[in-house]
Nanobody
Framework: QVQLVESGGGLVQPGGSLRLSCAAPGSIFSRSAMGWYRRAPGKQRELVATITNGGSADYGDSVRGRFFISRNNAKNTADLQMYNLTPEDTAVYYC????????????WGQGTQVTVSS
């Protein structure tokens, strides 16, 4: 069973910053794309950011220019750095791993809560 471990969520004031991290098994990390998604109360799941195993990143329109995804292939982690947070960023954030070579598979983390409030 592949387990993704997310960390870094919490409460932050509007305009603040937060960094999320997702740790994945080293056996599959290097041949996987990583992504962050979120689900706010009463809304559908939304793409936040993705990064390929080669390091190419893409972002959802609502976070582009404020959020930045990165990966560390030595530590098998994918991080999401979030700046200038607003209450509309409040959601449960989920890490997603997509194995892109060999036996294809998709795995999700358990989610971490991010709350932006004064």
């Amino acid at each position: 069973q592949v387990q993704l471990v997310e960390s870094g969520g919490g409460l932050v004031q509007p305009g603040g910053s937060l960094r999320l991290s997702c740790a994945a098994p080293g056996s599959i990390f290097s041949r996987s794309a990583m992504g962050w998604y979120r689900r706010a109360p009463g809304k559908q799941r939304e793409l936040v950011a993705t990064i390929t195993n080669g390091g190419s990143a893409d972002y959802g329109d609502s976070v582009r220019g404020r959020f930045f995804i990165s990966r560390n292939n030595a530590k098998n982690t994918a991080d999401l750095q979030m700046y200038n947070l607003t209450p509309e960023d409040t959601a449960v954030y989920y890490c997603k791993l997509t194995v892109t070579t060999g036996e294809l598979a998709v795995y999700w983390g358990q989610g971490t809560q991010v709350t932006v409030s004064s």
